[in-house]
């Protein structure tokens, strides 16, 4: 049979097109594509292949479809798992890198679990005042953050992590008590440093000594593992999270006990505010274990202007916040969708 050639022009060109059979492809992968935080479809810009002689598609509903030949793009799948990459596009999220891997005998097309793509972490901050005249600030009134339908249950942390910790990896209570009166930063310390220089070392105790910086809405606990008491100078078993200036407040602890235990529910990472647990723990402060062990103050605290932060809140859809001050009533658990696109601005009031 002959193939029928024919021209065809366009503004700039002409081009020889010859008529032929259709080129057919079947689906090889069919994936969802979500939003990590809601589960909803997410919408895709674009989406691409490097796999020779696949072909990549975005559908709408979030779908990713890779088409191609078969026994080209995967001609060893009756025998061997075989890899697809791909490469999807957003307007408001970095590109996400994955590679799709078939397992042998699959029947095409192979439909992967969700591809949940994470949005950049965010922060909740606002103000706990007197809802009666003249709405005076609550300085000191604690902000409790719980999942709205545990397991798993939420830990929100008043300073970020410094660290990443495995999905594994225990998450312990423990007690602290005082090892020497409060002193200060003697010169800036800065996010990033594992030294810190201060006004006094008392109480300062490698190993089970720990470092607690700042006012109580921003408590920042480092354990301490090298004194150099003549200089004045504790090295710090984890990089600091918080820039802090020379003068802010600094005591010494001593590590007392240990209390509940559980584990994440998810891999933690630097900057997380808020881990998801197996069960929910009621300490006042827990460690991470890990290469580097890390403790935390958990809860939110207002400060003397009632103003409060959460920050490195990442994927989470919907928590609860309880309120509560002495001389006032307790707010909540009120529940809170958290936003990823613009700003968490929660103010709350309490009554009498």
């Not at 492809?25 to 909803?40: E, H, K, Y």
């Not at 607690?212 to 990089?239: M, N, Q, S, W």
């Not at 994927?315 to 969708?337: H, R």
Request: proline share 9%.
């Amino acid at each position: 049979m002959t193939s029928v050639r024919r021209t065809v022009s366009t503004p700039t060109a002409s081009y020889v097109v010859v008529d032929a059979d259709p080129f057919e492809t079947s689906g090889l992968i069919v994936a969802r594509v979500v939003d990590a935080a809601s589960g909803q479809a997410r919408t895709i810009r674009r989406v691409s292949t490097r796999a020779p002689h696949a072909y990549a598609h975005v559908a709408s509903g979030g779908w990713l479809v890779l088409t191609g030949r078969p026994q080209l793009a995967v001609p060893n799948l009756g025998t061997a798992n075989q890899a697809l990459p791909a490469r999807l596009e957003f307007d408001d999220v970095q590109p996400v890198d994955l590679v799709f891997t078939i397992p042998a005998g699959s029947t095409l097309p192979f439909r992967p679990p969700d591809v949940d793509v994470e949005p950049p972490p965010t922060s909740l901050v606002g103000t706990v005042t007197a809802e009666a005249f003249p709405h005076a600030p609550i300085g000191g009134a604690t902000i409790a953050v719980a999942a709205t339908a545990p397991p798993p249950a939420l830990v929100a942390l008043r300073t970020p992590l410094a660290a990443g910790h495995s999905g594994t990896a225990n998450v312990v209570e423990r007690t602290l008590a005082p090892a020497a009166a409060a002193t200060a930063l003697a010169a800036p310390a800065q996010a990033g440093a594992t030294k810190a220089l201060l006004l006094s070392v008392a109480g300062c105790t490698p190993g089970t000594g720990v470092l607690v910086l700042g006012e109580p809405a921003d408590f920042e606990h480092v354990r301490i593992t090298a004194v150099d008491v003549a200089a004045k100078e504790v090295t710090l078993a984890v990089p600091l999270r918080r820039s802090r200036p020379g003068g802010a407040a600094v005591r010494a602890f001593l590590l007392t006990g240990v209390g509940s235990t559980t584990t994440l529910a998810r891999a933690a990472v630097a900057g997380d505010g808020v881990v998801l647990v197996d069960a929910a723990l009621a300490g006042a402060v827990v460690e991470l274990a890990g290469p580097l062990p890390e403790l935390r103050a958990t809860g939110l605290v207002a400060n003397v202007d009632g103003r409060w932060r959460l920050d490195g809140a990442r994927s989470i859809g919907e928590l609860t916040l309880t309120v509560s001050a002495a001389g006032f009533i307790t707010l909540g658990p009120v529940p809170y969708d958290v936003d990823y696109r613009r700003p968490n601005l929660i103010d709350l009031s309490l009554t009498t």
